[in-house]
């Protein structure tokens, strides 16, 4: 199997499984996960960048406001998918989660339409059309819009959009969005050790190293996903995307227990419709591109 294949599904898979982790959690508060998430995930970065000597791209990056600025706000997206993601998986909303996970690469094409110019096919407008009516439907049988799913597919596709334009790479990209957030990371997790409502340090040690383990878990698969990314098409690597949301609704309805009803079902089947018509037209795209090259 070609290594390109095993790291971005190793990532997908990674992905998939993070409700299994954050329950283990479930006692945290989900803004103290998220500190804790943030400050560790710092620390490992750090760590390999010390480990690799990799501080070159510091000194111009201080000379750069632009950078910064475009950093500071990917930062904000990346927190705001975090904070939500965590307090749904906590609150028993994993089969949500993992729908806006499913929206996402649709947000990503509407993003690119708009904000890049870039040029749709007919079956990217009807994959686009099938997956609003399917969020519509979801939003009259729900009496209100899927607003997790929606907020973690926003957020989600604005962070790729902005690190897909960015001046840094993966590894140096993390490392300044995390030491960009630690700040306010730290000083919430000083507020709640003041008022004695802080989790950490806990009574057992076992909380503690769940905690601390935040850091390689957010890591590892991202650093796996560029790894496979690099080495992979574009079609190859969509297709291997919804191992992710496949993953956590599986775990939603198995493990945890969420019901989805019929009516439900039918928007969910709206949005994995337009999934294979928007996948299935990359791939024939991808394949005449090719044949034309060849």
Not at 104 to 131: D, F
Request: charged share 10%.
């Amino acid at each position: 199997m070609p290594s390109g294949v095993v790291y971005a599904a190793l990532a997908f898979v990674w992905w998939g499984l993070f409700p299994l982790y954050f329950r283990i959690v479930t006692g945290v508060p989900a803004g103290e996960v998220l500190a804790h998430r943030v400050l560790w995930c710092m620390v490992f970065v750090l760590a390999l960048l010390a480990r690799r000597r990799q501080w070159a791209w510091l000194v111009p990056l201080l000379r750069s406001p632009k950078v910064l600025g475009a950093f500071a706000v990917s930062a904000v997206m990346i927190a705001a998918n975090w904070i939500t993601y965590i307090w749904s998986v906590q609150h028993g909303h994993v089969v949500d989660a993992s729908l806006g996970y499913f929206i996402n690469p649709l947000i990503n094409v509407l993003l690119g339409t708009t904000l890049l110019h870039e040029r749709l096919r007919r079956a990217q407008w009807a994959a686009l059309a099938l997956a609003g009516l399917g969020v519509v439907w979801l939003t009259v049988q729900a009496g209100q819009p899927p607003w997790i799913a929606l907020l973690l597919a926003v957020t989600f596709a604005a962070y790729g959009l902005l690190r897909k334009v960015a001046a840094l790479g993966p590894l140096e990209g993390l490392a300044l969005e995390t030491m960009l957030l630690v700040p306010v990371a730290i000083v919430a997790l000083a507020v709640w050790a003041q008022r004695g409502t802080a989790t950490f340090p806990a009574a057992g040690l076992v909380t503690d190293l769940w905690l601390i383990g935040l850091g390689p878990l957010t890591a590892v698969p991202l650093l796996l996903f560029t790894a496979g990314a690099r080495r992979l098409s574009l079609t190859t690597l969509g297709l291997l995307q919804y191992l992710g949301p496949s993953i956590q609704f599986v775990l939603g309805v198995t493990v945890f227990g969420e019901t989805v009803v019929a009516s439900r079902l039918a928007g969910f089947g709206c949005i994995w419709a337009a999934l294979a018509i928007y996948t299935l037209d990359g791939a024939r795209h991808s394949g005449r591109s090719a044949a034309v090259l060849a």
